[in-house]
């Protein structure tokens, strides 16, 4: 690896425009934080509340499952990346959409599923302690691994093979050579990935109401929803705040040195791994995986469907579909064109300002969706009546909530261009912007392409932001689906549920093809 | 690749001219906020909207989401109507004097026991807290008499109820009310000792007695026929408790709304109400949700024992709001949410 | 160095604490290839990152073409400098093929003018026929080439080149220095290369500047700094040096391998280091010679005889390979020519 110029060092201040784009986007997520701060700072017994038994028990709680939930999906993501990417594994490419799939479930669906098909009286068998920790467990693993699959397999298939190669020349025996080889290569992305999944964990609702698993989102929800306390609510999302923050340094103490390498250098493909014998249990297993993420999902959801007497309204959906993509579609190109200028920030103009702007704007994402929809409602209701019941302002709830999946895609994708082209092209005499138009955006392809895809995914299936801020009249396809299955429709609610599984599908196809191609056409 | 990024920003621009064209103000019409399910309510606001000429735009969501939209929204909301799930929630919205005192005619169409004292909200309709169970494993002279008697150890692990739903957290402050501080903790106390199960909602309660996961439960009474209409072979029924002299009585909490100090169409807020109380929408409810008109005089379903048979909980609803608050602090203590 | 294409005058930065780049002054002329040498560490891509734009200095000026383009207040960045780079790691668009690189920085031409100036730069480097080709389809002196004529595309002011050959194999890397060498010249560029590599530098460099701990030591023809470098560091750094101490008196430095005379500047002092290159030295089998062979590193065309003196200093003596000198024999020492490059004791210890 060529050796490395003195980073730390690189011009004396980032540009403008980069601190400005990362001063908006740090500020978009303070705005929820500050607004808790406010509220929490109403409740009359804030501090007796922070130390009761019961919130003390949400925490634990929630850092339980979060670390859970996180650990089994690293297992997964990065084993399931591994077959993918280095084995002789049958069906490869069917596989590789097939798991990524579970993450377009909504976890509330996926939930119901799980007790629908293993729960007391299930449609399958009953498995015994399903409700409570771990089917909060498995239904949350089953919808966030992915979000280690996806970056890992990317790290996979740009990590030098030469390395491992070697590792296996120096003696090393194909198991250890991955260990010492492929893992710190993948551990960036591994780390990243992990990242978000705690955090999504700290934000979720569906799963835990349904499996009835008392964390700190549900307590959240519940002071709302059936105390009408929302002080206490805050009270409570200041303290998952406090909890991102740790998570956040964590990670950062996880991921290690980021491993750069040259773009330029021309990495032929790693050998394969032949499986042998293991080569159909583990496509089996693989199978089983995206069954228990997908299938029995969208199973349940045609039963639902085709049993219940109730009906979805037909010019409904059509309605739901074009605001849910066009929403969704907006979310996601907003967040990658910000997330460029923040990655570069991020990457290129490492200082105590754009490590404070990456902890903040990642910090958005375990805030729960009602948390940032009630502070966007003060602020755009306050303060921006114009843009108040919008589309707009959903979109920017959506970026606020998922900027960090387009910073991370496009960040990880960045940390492997070398500045040295960017340098290549100045000294060529194109401007910082020409530049950015002609090589750094092209050679992030792989980057802004899965980054808007996960924001797409995780937009189509937003809730409780999109009920509280869509303009009246309006709905979403989850929307729809929340007024089908609160009513206890669900077959009403089964053919929108099915339409985000299906849209999101159609997404993720064209994704894994980009993946797979050369940096250039 | 270029295709895709070009689709994706044809995506943003769509979506934010939809944005600006969405940010009509103003002359919107008049704006609902409800925390009401839009399958409940949606067809009586559509016809509504016909039979008047009003124009409406209707918000929905949880109802304490919506009144938490509310509160943040403060002075500036452009809510006009609050038609809310439960009365806790207005309670709430009144108490911050956030609610015109409704007029005094309209009041009166409806008994005082499901209004607000000061008139600054109306029940529009009535549902009973009743013992559902699974009539494939219990026989109705098997289910408990009073709700106060699921604790007894002959029910351990058989009873469902939903320690979050707000009608669940007024009847606990009802209980409350009648029978002291301490009778509703060990109520409760009761309750987790005998492994009653927890649910997240009263539907999911009533899919857990319909499925046999347990035996019984505490829940709204219409929701049984909201899940008949879905499945028409579920096993279930309901029951109404507390009705023998010196129990706890049938709790009967309302939905019910209110009108938003500030509106800038009163008028057709004034009709909007008038409309809901109306003969024709508290037959629309008796008819689709199964719930009870509050109109005096309309009648409830026949299969239903009538409101002014039934011997409800006689507690204040207008002044529920500290009731509550204590309500949700023993819920909490007793360890149940 | 008749017109100056390039001038630093006073130019120093620093990182932190560390200083990089000492008060410095450089000049390169109209095409002449000026070779920056030193080790790593010594500031030396610094001060070439200072000229292409790619750092601020903290001090001095820098004038490309007569042009201020840092210093007294004046930053100009470095698009607008008609610098042309050549990296280390290449830096190639892995996006862009042969004919899209070479020609990215071609401005405001027209579709023709700009293909046919992409012709004539390939035909240049020798790659005619390769412009569809990808960069990870290209071998290691492809893509110098490449990397060349990309750089000179645009017609400018100055080429810098940063370690260009270090990515090479050693078997490659002398043909392509030679190729890229020619085609400098050719063209008719003015180049500043930087390199760590000292026959690197002797080797291409119409001039050599050797720079040391931040700051130019030395600037001359290749000969002259190898000959007659200005101290110790600068003889050590560039080639094998023997150094030899020895007490000075009347102009004769009377040392182990005896007396040897200075040349050019005489130090003062009593004692005195001379500087012989390992060709200097010729070798003698004799039974009862002084020295002791103890190894031999045979290069094929010619080999390194490692000797100890009877004082224990330990010799290199570069020579023909036809004869042999078997370790453990003994031979005796003779200095080519009677004068010698001398440096003031002192300045050994340092």
Same mark, same amino acid.
Not at chain 1, 201 to 222: C, E, K, N, W
Not at chain 1, 329 to 350: C, E, K, N, Q, T
Not at chain 2, 84 to 113: C, M, N, T, Y
């Given at each position: 690896m060529?050796s490395?110029?003195?980073a730390?060092?690189?011009g004396?201040?980032?540009?403008?425009?980069?601190?400005l784009?990362?001063?908006?986007?740090?500020?978009a997520?303070?705005?929820?934080?500050?607004?808790?701060?406010?509220r929490?700072?109403?409740?009359?017994?804030?501090?007796?509340?922070?130390?009761s038994?019961?919130v003390l028990?949400f925490?634990?709680?929630?850092v339980g499952?979060g670390?859970?939930?996180?650990?089994?999906?690293l297992?997964?993501?990065?084993?399931?990346a591994?077959l993918?990417?280095?084995?002789d594994?049958?069906?490869?490419?069917?596989?590789a959409?097939?798991?990524?799939?579970?993450?377009?479930?909504p976890?509330?669906?996926?939930?119901?599923a799980?007790?629908?098909?293993?729960?007391?009286?299930?449609?399958?068998?009953?498995?015994?302690?399903?409700?409570g920790?771990?089917?909060?467990?498995a239904?949350?693993?089953?919808s966030?691994?992915?979000y280690?699959?996806?970056?890992?397999?990317?790290?996979?298939?740009?990590?030098d093979?030469a390395?491992?190669e070697?590792?296996q020349a120096?003696?090393?025996?194909?198991?250890?050579?991955?260990r010492?080889a492929?893992?710190?290569?993948v551990?960036?992305?591994?780390?990243?990935?992990?990242?978000l999944?705690?955090?999504?964990?700290?934000?979720d609702?569906?799963?835990?109401?349904?499996?009835?698993?008392?964390?700190?989102?549900r307590?959240?929800?519940l002071e709302?929803?059936?105390a009408?306390?929302?002080?206490?609510?805050?009270?409570?999302?200041?303290l998952?705040?406090v909890?991102t923050?740790?998570?956040?340094?964590?990670?950062?103490?996880?991921?290690?040195r980021?491993?750069?390498?040259s773009?330029?250098?021309?990495?032929g493909?790693?050998?394969?791994?032949t499986l042998?014998?293991?080569r159909?249990?583990?496509?089996t297993?693989?199978?089983?995986?995206v069954?228990?993420?997908?299938?029995?999902p969208?199973?349940?959801?045609?039963?639902?469907a085709?049993?219940?007497?109730?009906?979805?309204?037909?010019d409904?959906?059509v309605?739901?579909?074009?605001?849910s993509?066009?929403?969704?579609?907006?979310a996601?190109a907003?967040?990658?064109m910000?997330?460029?200028?923040?990655?570069?920030?991020?990457v290129r103009?490492?200082?105590?300002?754009?490590?404070?702007?990456?902890?903040?704007?990642?910090?958005?994402?375990?805030l729960?969706?009602l948390v940032?929809a009630l502070?966007?409602?003060?602020?755009?209701?306050?303060?921006?009546?114009?843009l108040?019941?919008?589309?707009m302002i959903?979109?920017?709830?959506?970026?606020?909530?998922?900027f960090?999946e387009?910073?991370g895609?496009?960040?990880?994708s960045?940390?492997?261009?070398?500045?040295?082209?960017e340098e290549?092209?100045r000294?060529?005499g194109?401007?910082?912007?020409?530049?950015?138009r002609?090589?750094?955006?092209?050679l992030?392809?792989?980057g802004?392409v899965?980054?808007?895809?996960?924001v797409?995914l995780?937009?189509?299936?937003?809730?409780?932001?999109?009920?509280?801020?869509?303009p009246?009249g309006?709905?979403?396809?989850?929307?729809?689906?929340?007024t089908?299955?609160?009513?206890?429709?669900?077959?009403?609610?089964?053919?929108?549920?099915?339409?985000?599984?299906?849209?999101?599908?159609?997404?993720?196809?064209p994704?894994?093809?980009?993946?797979?191609r050369?940096?250039r056409q | 690749?270029?295709?895709?990024?070009?689709a994706?920003?044809a995506?943003?621009?769509?979506?934010?001219? /939809?944005?600006w064209?969405?940010?009509?103000? +103003?002359g $919107?019409?008049? %704006?609902? @906020? &409800?925390?009401?399910?839009?399958? !409940?309510?949606g067809p009586l /606001?559509d016809?509504?909207?016909?039979?008047? +000429?009003? $124009?409406?735009? %209707?918000? @929905? &969501?949880?109802t304490?989401?919506? !009144?938490?939209t509310?509160l943040?929204?403060?002075?500036?909301?452009?809510?006009?109507?609050?038609?809310?799930?439960?009365?806790?929630?207005l309670?709430?919205l009144?108490?911050?004097?956030?609610?015109?005192?409704?007029?005094?005619?309209l009041?009166?169409?409806?008994?005082?026991?499901?209004?607000?004292?000061?008139?600054r909200?109306?029940?529009?309709?009535?549902?009973?807290r009743?013992?559902?169970?699974n009539?494939?494993?219990?026989?109705?002279?098997?289910?408990?008499?009073?709700?106060?008697?699921?604790?007894?150890?002959?029910?351990k692990?058989?009873?469902?109820?939903?320690?979050?739903?707000?009608?669940?957290?007024?009847?606990?402050?009802s209980?409350r009310?009648?029978?002291?501080?301490e009778?509703?903790?060990?109520?409760?106390?009761?309750l987790?000792?005998?492994?009653?199960?927890?649910?997240?909602?009263?539907l999911?309660?009533?899919?857990?007695?319909?499925?046999?996961?347990?035996?019984?439960?505490?829940?709204?009474h219409?929701?049984?026929h909201a899940?008949?209409?879905?499945?028409?072979?579920?096993?279930?029924a309901?029951?109404?408790?507390?009705?023998?002299?010196?129990?706890?009585?049938?709790?009967?909490?309302?939905?019910?709304?209110?009108?938003?100090?500030?509106?800038?169409?009163s008028?057709?807020a004034d009709?909007?109400?008038?409309y809901?109380?109306?003969?024709?929408?508290?037959a629309f409810?008796?008819?689709?949700?199964?719930e009870?008109p509050?109109?005096?005089?309309?009648d409830?379903?026949?299969e239903?024992?009538a409101?002014d048979?039934?011997?409800?909980?006689?507690i204040?609803?207008?002044?529920?709001?500290?009731?509550?608050?204590?309500?949700?602090?023993?819920?909490?203590?007793?360890?149940l949410? | 160095?008749?017109?100056?294409?390039?001038?630093?005058?006073?130019?120093?930065?620093?990182?932190?604490?560390?200083?990089?780049?000492?008060p410095?002054?450089?000049?390169?002329g109209?095409?002449e290839?000026?070779?920056?040498?030193?080790?790593?560490?010594?500031?030396?891509?610094t001060?070439?990152?200072?000229?292409a734009?790619f750092e601020?200095p903290?001090?001095?000026t820098?004038?490309i073409?007569?042009?201020?383009v840092?210093?007294?207040?004046?930053f100009?960045?470095?698009?607008?400098?008609r610098?042309?780079?050549?990296?280390q790691?290449?830096?190639?668009f892995?996006h862009?093929?042969v004919?899209?690189?070479?020609?990215?920085?071609?401005?405001?031409?027209?579709?023709?003018?700009?293909?046919?100036?992409?012709?004539e730069?390939?035909?240049l480097?020798?790659?005619e026929?390769?412009?569809?080709?990808?960069?990870d389809?290209?071998?290691?002196?492809e893509?110098q080439?490449?990397?060349?004529?990309?750089?000179?595309a645009?017609?400018p002011?100055?080429?810098?080149?940063?370690?260009?050959?270090s990515?090479?194999?050693?078997?490659?890397?002398?043909?392509?220095r030679?190729?890229?060498r020619?085609?400098?010249?050719?063209?008719?560029a003015t180049?500043?290369?930087?390199t760590h590599?000292?026959?690197?530098?002797l080797?291409?460099?119409?001039?050599?500047?050797?720079?040391?701990?931040?700051r130019?030591?030395?600037v001359?023809?290749?000969?002259?700094?190898?000959?007659?470098?200005?101290?110790?560091t600068?003889?050590?750094?560039l080639g094998?040096?023997?150094?030899?101490?020895?007490?000075?008196?009347?102009?004769?430095?009377?040392t182990?391998?005896?007396?040897?005379?200075?040349?050019g500047l005489?130090?003062?002092?009593p004692?005195?280091?001379a500087?012989?290159r390992?060709?200097?030295?010729?070798?003698?089998?004799?039974a009862d010679?002084?020295?002791?062979?103890?190894?031999?590193?045979?290069?094929?065309?010619?080999?390194?005889?490692v000797?100890r003196?009877?004082s224990?200093?330990?010799?290199?003596?570069?020579?023909?390979?036809r004869?042999r000198?078997?370790?453990?024999?003994?031979?005796?020492?003779?200095?080519?020519?009677?004068?010698?490059?001398?440096?003031?004791?002192?300045?050994?210890?340092?």
């Amino acid at each position: 690896m060529a050796s490395r110029r003195p980073a730390l060092h690189r011009g004396p201040r980032a540009p403008l425009v980069l601190r400005l784009a990362g001063l908006g986007v740090a500020a978009a997520t303070v705005l929820p934080i500050a607004h808790l701060a406010v509220r929490a700072g109403e409740a009359e017994d804030a501090g007796s509340l922070v130390v009761s038994p019961r919130v003390l028990r949400f925490v634990w709680a929630t850092v339980g499952l979060g670390l859970t939930v996180t650990l089994l999906s690293l297992v997964i993501g990065v084993g399931v990346a591994w077959l993918l990417d280095r084995t002789d594994i049958p069906g490869r490419r069917m596989l590789a959409v097939g798991a990524v799939l579970p993450l377009v479930v909504p976890t509330y669906v996926g939930a119901l599923a799980l007790l629908a098909a293993f729960g007391p009286g299930g449609l399958a068998f009953e498995l015994r302690g399903i409700v409570g920790f771990w089917g909060a467990t498995a239904a949350l693993t089953l919808s966030t691994f992915p979000y280690v699959l996806l970056p890992v397999r990317s790290a996979l298939a740009t990590a030098d093979p030469a390395l491992e190669e070697a590792a296996q020349a120096l003696g090393d025996g194909r198991r250890t050579a991955f260990r010492r080889a492929v893992l710190p290569q993948v551990r960036p992305a591994a780390a990243a990935g992990a990242l978000l999944v705690f955090l999504y964990v700290l934000s979720d609702f569906g799963a835990v109401s349904i499996m009835r698993y008392d964390t700190l989102t549900r307590g959240i929800f519940l002071e709302y929803r059936s105390a009408f306390n929302r002080s206490s609510a805050a009270v409570l999302g200041v303290l998952l705040v406090v909890l991102t923050l740790l998570a956040l340094a964590g990670e950062r103490r996880a991921r290690g040195r980021m491993v750069a390498r040259s773009a330029a250098s021309s990495a032929g493909r790693a050998s394969s791994v032949t499986l042998g014998p293991w080569r159909w249990p583990a496509f089996t297993a693989v199978i089983a995986l995206v069954s228990a993420g997908t299938g029995l999902p969208v199973g349940v959801l045609t039963y639902w469907a085709l049993r219940g007497a109730s009906r979805a309204d037909g010019d409904a959906l059509v309605g739901a579909v074009g605001t849910s993509t066009g929403l969704s579609l907006g979310a996601a190109a907003a967040a990658v064109m910000i997330a460029v200028p923040v990655s570069v920030l991020v990457v290129r103009h490492r200082s105590r300002f754009s490590r404070i702007i990456e902890t903040l704007a990642t910090a958005g994402y375990a805030l729960p969706g009602l948390v940032v929809a009630l502070a966007l409602v003060f602020f755009a209701s306050q303060y921006l009546s114009p843009l108040y019941q919008t589309f707009m302002i959903v979109v920017v709830a959506y970026v606020v909530r998922f900027f960090p999946e387009a910073l991370g895609a496009v960040q990880s994708s960045l940390v492997r261009i070398d500045p040295v082209l960017e340098e290549a092209g100045r000294s060529l005499g194109r401007s910082r912007l020409d530049l950015a138009r002609t090589v750094t955006v092209p050679l992030l392809r792989g980057g802004l392409v899965a980054g808007a895809a996960l924001v797409f995914l995780t937009a189509m299936k937003e809730l409780p932001a999109t009920l509280l801020l869509l303009p009246a009249g309006s709905d979403t396809l989850a929307t729809l689906v929340w007024t089908g299955a609160a009513d206890g429709r669900y077959a009403q609610a089964a053919p929108p549920a099915l339409l985000v599984v299906a849209i999101s599908a159609l997404v993720l196809w064209p994704l894994d093809r980009v993946r797979d191609r050369r940096p250039r056409q | 690749m270029l295709k895709i990024f070009r689709a994706v920003v044809a995506g943003v621009i769509l979506a934010g001219s /939809l944005g600006w064209a969405g940010c009509s103000r +103003g002359g $919107d019409g008049l %704006v609902i @906020y &409800s925390g009401r399910n839009k399958n !409940l309510v949606g067809p009586l /606001l559509d016809k509504f909207e016909r039979d008047t +000429g009003i $124009d409406i735009q %209707v918000k @929905y &969501s949880d109802t304490g989401e919506a !009144l938490a939209t509310l509160l943040e929204e403060g002075q500036s909301t452009n809510a006009d109507v609050f038609l809310s799930q439960d009365a806790g929630a207005l309670g709430i919205l009144a108490e911050r004097g956030r609610l015109v005192r409704l007029p005094q005619d309209l009041l009166d169409l409806v008994d005082e026991r499901f209004r607000h004292g000061d008139g600054r909200w109306v029940g529009v309709t009535g549902r009973a807290r009743v013992i559902a169970y699974n009539t494939d494993i219990l026989d109705v002279s098997e289910v408990p008499d009073s709700a106060l008697d699921v604790v007894d150890p002959k029910w351990k692990g058989k009873v469902g109820f939903p320690p979050t739903n707000a009608s669940f957290i007024a009847f606990v402050a009802s209980l409350r009310e009648q029978f002291g501080h301490e009778r509703a903790r060990a109520f409760l106390q009761g309750l987790k000792d005998n492994d009653a199960k927890r649910y997240d909602n009263n539907l999911l309660t009533l899919d857990a007695i319909a499925n046999g996961e347990v035996q019984l439960g505490l829940v709204n009474h219409y929701y049984l026929h909201a899940e008949l209409k879905e499945r028409g072979d579920a096993p279930v029924a309901n029951h109404y408790p507390g009705q023998e002299p010196g129990q706890e009585g049938t709790f009967v909490n309302v939905s019910g709304l209110g009108i938003l100090k500030g509106t800038d169409r009163s008028e057709d807020a004034d009709r909007f109400v008038r409309y809901l109380l109306g003969p024709e929408a508290q037959a629309f409810f008796r008819d689709e949700t199964a719930e009870y008109p509050m109109r005096k005089g309309v009648d409830a379903l026949s299969e239903l024992p009538a409101l002014d048979q039934l011997r409800t909980v006689d507690i204040q609803l207008s002044s529920i709001g500290d009731d509550l608050k204590a309500a949700v602090q023993l819920i909490k203590d007793v360890g149940l949410s | 160095m008749s017109d100056v294409r390039v001038a630093l005058a006073g130019v120093a930065k620093s990182f932190g604490v560390v200083q990089a780049v000492r008060p410095t002054d450089l000049q390169a002329g109209e095409g002449e290839l000026l070779a920056l040498v030193g080790p790593s560490g010594c500031g030396k891509t610094t001060l070439l990152r200072l000229i292409a734009g790619f750092e601020a200095p903290d001090a001095g000026t820098i004038r490309i073409g007569g042009c201020l383009v840092a210093g007294e207040g004046v930053f100009m960045p470095p698009e607008r400098r008609r610098v042309g780079m050549v990296f280390q790691q290449l830096a190639l668009f892995p996006h862009l093929d042969v004919a899209g690189n070479v020609g990215y920085g071609l401005k405001g031409m027209s579709r023709g003018e700009r293909r046919s100036r992409v012709q004539e730069l390939l035909a240049l480097v020798g790659l005619e026929g390769y412009e569809r080709r990808f960069p990870d389809e290209l071998s290691g002196g492809e893509g110098q080439r490449v990397a060349l004529a990309r750089a000179l595309a645009p017609g400018p002011a100055v080429v810098l080149l940063d370690e260009p050959f270090s990515s090479l194999d050693l078997s490659l890397r002398e043909a392509v220095r030679r190729e890229v060498r020619r085609i400098l010249k050719v063209a008719g560029a003015t180049a500043i290369l930087v390199t760590h590599d000292q026959d690197e530098a002797l080797a291409m460099g119409d001039r050599v500047a050797v720079m040391l701990g931040g700051r130019i030591s030395q600037v001359g023809l290749p000969e002259e700094v190898y000959r007659r470098p200005r101290d110790v560091t600068v003889a050590d750094f560039l080639g094998d040096a023997n150094l030899i101490e020895g007490d000075l008196t009347e102009g004769v430095l009377h040392t182990e391998l005896g007396q040897l005379v200075p040349n050019g500047l005489v130090p003062t002092g009593p004692r005195a280091i001379a500087l012989l290159r390992p060709e200097d030295l010729n070798l003698e089998l004799v039974a009862d010679g002084p020295a002791t062979v103890v190894d031999v590193e045979y290069f094929g065309h010619d080999q390194v005889v490692v000797l100890r003196l009877p004082s224990g200093l330990e010799l290199r003596a570069r020579l023909h390979a036809r004869e042999r000198f078997p370790r453990g024999s003994r031979v005796a020492v003779r200095c080519a020519g009677p004068r010698v490059v001398a440096f003031p004791s002192q300045a050994a210890r340092e």
